[in-house]
């Protein structure tokens, strides 16, 4: 039976083998040599080792947690104790720090780890887009030196986050020319599978927040699929489960970016749908939620002059949960046997067997569940179950209601980026933030919405909160 075969496959690790990939499988790509044409083999990503730093900040914060998406929100959304610190000791120690990291003579790679793990940990505790004012650029160069030397991984990964942190910290609309090719270049070139994880994560980052343009976009997203349908052979890491689940997360992140993806859909859910057979949950979570992503982006809002066409109103509902919203039009098919997808998103989100720990049962199923509403019914948005739609706690004091994927996957980069500073940036008023993804705050105390704007930069109040300077934002067109 075709359901009992595929879940065999998920625990065996293996992977059905599509015709394309048949004829691919005649090629491979020696890990060590940095690839071309060529593709690897499809087999089943495996779990790798990785020789990195086991510091905490680096676990919370950067690619190494593949499976979190909609299972851990409310976790990451919590405020940390660092955010409470006093603003102008924590600006003085980001000025000095970026005084150490600037002077590289002389210096060692534990003194240049320990900058960096500075640099990342105030600038994710709070929006400071004032202090980088006017020393961008020295300090890009100076992360340029890190990852081109790759002297640790410790030291590269924390170079990659700190470029990650500036973009999102500071509107510099160049930022994208300036380290764009090295961080593509690192992903392609690097022995250190954990350091490609980490500069796939920034390479999204620099495209959504350093001006790049939309064909940019589309042409990464290209790339980025060759890695997916390689099992990372592309880049030099056959079957990695880390690098190809940051390709897939990077892939969902950057497509909600782009206008208009149908020509690219059906390849992409292709591809996709093999990966939702590997070994790996983090993987599986990660291609399910892109294939949701491509079809969510299926559906358009209804123009103005155009009409409902036959018994449309009527089929509104069609999924019976009374959570479609009427206002969307399907344009397309995402892929050409939508049936076969939502057969295999299903069978994961109904996956069980000894075979596997129940904390990855629990992601599966849990992400799954809401992936097969969207494939079912991409109209519905993003769905916990038929009648509710994704409401993360803040703080215990305010819930966001995340109702579309690509306010998930925009969330979870910025997640990955920022760990529990994402609310201290959005409250600060962060416009980098504040422009990737506009959401409204519902305070569970008084029921009533609030969201940071120039003349409000107000958290969730909380007991023992300290005060909170107002500032202004901050950009590379000022000056």
Request: proline share 2%; hydrophobic share 35%.
């Amino acid at each position: 039976m075709p359901d009992k075969d595929l879940r065999k496959q998920a625990l065996k690790g293996g992977k059905t083998t599509s015709r394309k990939a048949e004829v691919r499988s005649a090629f491979s790509t020696p890990a060590s040599s940095r690839p071309t044409s060529a593709r690897g083999s499809r087999v089943a990503s495996r779990i790798a080792s990785r020789d990195v730093s086991d510091d905490e900040d680096d676990r919370d914060a950067l690619s190494d947690d593949t499976t979190q998406s909609i299972n851990s929100l409310d976790a990451f959304l919590e405020n940390d104790e660092f955010a409470e610190s006093n603003m102008d000791a924590l600006k003085q120690d980001l000025n000095s720090t970026i005084d150490e990291m600037l002077e590289r003579k002389g210096s060692s790679t534990e003194s240049r780890e320990e900058a960096l793990k500075r640099y990342n940990r105030i600038l994710t505790s709070h929006h400071f887009g004032d202090v980088l004012y006017g020393r961008v650029d020295d300090i890009l160069a100076s992360l340029s030196k890190s990852i081109k030397a790759e002297t640790s991984t410790t030291e590269t990964v924390r170079a990659l986050r700190a470029v990650s942190l500036t973009a999102v910290s500071f509107d510099n609309g160049a930022l994208y020319d300036t380290m764009g090719t090295l961080v593509k270049r690192t992903i392609e070139d690097s022995q250190d599978n954990a350091t490609k994880a980490a500069a796939l994560h920034c390479l999204g980052i620099c495209l959504i927040f350093g001006g790049a343009s939309e064909s940019e976009f589309a042409e990464t997203c290209t790339w980025l699929l060759e890695i997916v349908q390689s099992d990372g052979a592309f880049i030099g890491a056959d079957d990695n489960p880390e690098v190809v689940a940051a390709a897939l997360q990077t892939y969902g992140y950057l497509v909600t970016e782009l206008e208009d993806v149908e020509a690219e859909s059906e390849d992409a859910v292709e591809a996709f749908m093999e990966q939702l057979d590997s070994g790996d949950a983090g993987v599986q979570i990660a291609a399910g939620e892109a294939i949701a992503v491509l079809f969510e982006k299926s559906c358009t809002p209804r123009e103005d002059d155009e009409d409902w066409v036959g018994e449309e109103a009527d089929e509104e509902d069609s999924d019976g949960s009374g959570m479609v919203d009427k206002h969307l039009v399907k344009r397309y098919n995402a892929y050409h046997n939508p049936a076969e997808v939502l057969d295999k998103v299903q069978d994961l989100a109904n996956l069980s067997s000894k075979g596997l720990n129940k904390s990855d049962k629990q992601k599966l199923h849990r992400s799954f569940a809401s992936i097969a509403l969207t494939v079912e019914e991409p109209r519905g948005g993003l769905r916990a179950n038929n009648a509710s739609k994704l409401v993360v706690r803040i703080a215990k004091e305010g819930e966001i209601k995340v109702d579309k994927w690509w306010k998930l996957m925009r969330l979870n980069a910025l997640r990955r980026v920022l760990a529990g500073g994402f609310i201290q940036h959005y409250f600060e008023g962060n416009k980098q933030v504040l422009n990737s993804l506009p959401l409204l705050v519902r305070s569970t105390r008084t029921g009533g919405t609030f969201s940071p704007g120039r003349g409000s930069r107000r958290t969730p109040p909380r007991k023992g909160d300290k005060h909170r300077e107002n500032r202004r934002f901050v950009g590379a067109e000022e000056g």
